[in-house]
């Protein structure tokens, strides 16, 4: 293939991530062969996006308002602030729809391997943030992987100093397991984190 | 998520094949968030490639020209065709080293259950371009799957009852393979395909 504006959109397709030369290949033949009008509608998506999202000033999720509609909402309990590490999982919370606070996105998580450090992901900026006399709760939604942990524990310790009560997402059985297919880590935590019942 | 230009933009990810709401989503927080660049220079290629490029008028590859290079190329062989499935095909035959002809990509392979006959691929203008009184041998190179099977002997026929001569890429024991790991179809052709030695 020696078409220079078909090597370049495989090229530009691998930047993608998880996408490499055998999938650009085949997503560019498919564009080119069955969906032009596809491809088109992509580029011009990639471009509004790219130029027209920026991150909430409040909450730091991507926005294309400088205040985002959910830290706009009045119908949100804003005595609770959520901190999650992505939008992804700001969205995956809100489909549970069991949850009516506000959030903080940290747009990544303490990565001291890769030099990622508290200046790198919004410490500060939720510091500030909390410090609106109306935050009272923080709930800490980090992963549960080393890296999350680590950032909650960073973060509860400068967030106690400041008299806010701090909270952390229960760790415990999946939804529908069966016990003896859980990892012993996991029951470890569910045995320590039992909570009376009635 | 509930910025308008995030979701077209997930959605239009969506469309390429093999890209799921999971990696489309994915794939958009990664543009956004660490490769604004990278989905200008994607908007750009997708853009030049789709308004661009084109099948080349002999061989219908895909082609900016006209007439693509490898049919312009003085240095191939014009006695030798091979007819492949596709551009993907062609560049991995292309990648052999091993053939000096010229191509034609029949951009599919009949799929009666989905309705795609001899006209959707191009069967007739096949016809024509081995009709140029130069072409002597035409070497079919469609996949080995129960479709390409199907095209290639309804090609066959074709050609044939046009005087040309035709012949089929071998099937055979993988390079590197230790027969008893090899399917007992693939053996068997292997067996009636043998040839002599010296
Ligand atoms: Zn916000
Ligand atoms: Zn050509």
Do not use: N, W
């Not at 000033?57 to 901190?83: K, W, Y």
């Not at 747009?107 to 410490?123: E, H, K, N």
């Amino acid at each position: 293939m020696s078409e220079a504006s078909l090597e370049a959109l495989i090229d530009a397709l691998r930047r993608l991530p998880g996408v490499g030369v055998k999938s650009a290949q085949r997503m560019a033949f498919h564009l080119l062969q069955h969906d032009r009008d596809g491809a088109l509608r992509l580029a011009g998506a990639l471009r509004a996006a790219a130029e027209g999202i920026g991150h909430c000033q409040r909450c730091h999720t991507f926005s294309e308002a400088q205040i985002c509609r959910t830290c706009l909402d009045p119908a949100r309990d804003a005595r609770q602030l959520m901190v999650v590490e992505t939008p992804a999982d700001q969205a995956a919370l809100e489909r549970t729809g069991s949850y009516r606070g506000l959030y903080f996105v940290l747009m990544g998580r303490l990565r001291p391997l890769d030099g990622i450090g508290l200046a790198d992901i919004g410490v500060h900026p939720l510091l500030e943030r909390t410090a609106d006399g109306i935050v009272q709760e923080v709930i800490l939604a980090t992963g549960f992987s080393a890296e999350g942990e680590a950032t909650a524990h960073v973060l509860s310790q400068a967030l106690k100093a400041r008299g806010l009560s701090v909270t952390r997402l229960a760790r415990g059985v999946p939804a529908g397991s069966e016990l003896e297919y859980v990892d012993l880590s996991t029951l470890a935590h569910a045995l320590h984190d039992r909570h009376g019942l009635g």
